[in-house]
């Protein structure tokens, strides 16, 4: 996964994790860590209209446009702190990366990126995966049945 996708992946479950009141305290801790670093240091970036709604396509959008904007890909404690609470996520509350649609378990590697999700149950499982090349998964819709307005592309 590329450096923004990494940010934006932990912003947008630790958003939907991190703030229920059932969080686990290092999922909440390893959020806010990474919520209050780049509102110290990328001012611009709007993080609180992400966690009004974490599963907004266009509120995660606006947020990676402005991630992009504020060239954070070389930051190398933010990424690392990304990286930090996506593993607090995995230990302790996996439960909220299913709810944005992707299910990640046992994930080895560095070349996974899955973008526009829309899921009501698990869009995406990945288990026991060893990854040395590139794979991107994107415009995944999953559950709800068929709705014609919606895409029903699936990878």
């Known amino acids: ?27 909440k801790d390893a959020y806010e860590g990474v919520k209050t670093f780049i509102q110290d240091k990328y001012r611009r970036v709007n993080i609180d209209m992400l966690e009004a709604d974490p599963a907004s396509e266009a509120r995660q959008s606006v947020v990676k446009e402005d991630l992009a904007k504020a060239d954070v890909s070389g930051d190398e404690e933010l990424l690392r702190r990304a990286k930090a609470m ?8 996996p439960e909220a990366a299913a709810a944005a649609g992707v299910d990640l378990e046992e994930i080895k590697g ?17 288990k ?18 068929d709705d014609p307005s919606r895409p029903s592309k699936r990878h």
């Open 86 to 93: 996506l593993e607090a996520i995995r230990q302790h509350a």
């Open 110 to 126: 560095a070349s996974l990126q899955i973008d526009d999700i829309l899921s009501a149950g698990a869009g995406v499982k990945i």
């Open 1 to 27: 996964m590329d450096p923004i996708s990494i940010i934006i992946t932990a912003l947008i479950t630790g958003a939907s994790a991190g703030l229920k009141p059932t969080a686990e305290k290092a999922v």
């Open 128 to 145: 026991k995966a060893e990854i040395s090349g590139d794979i991107k998964i994107s415009g995944v819709r999953a559950g709800g049945g």
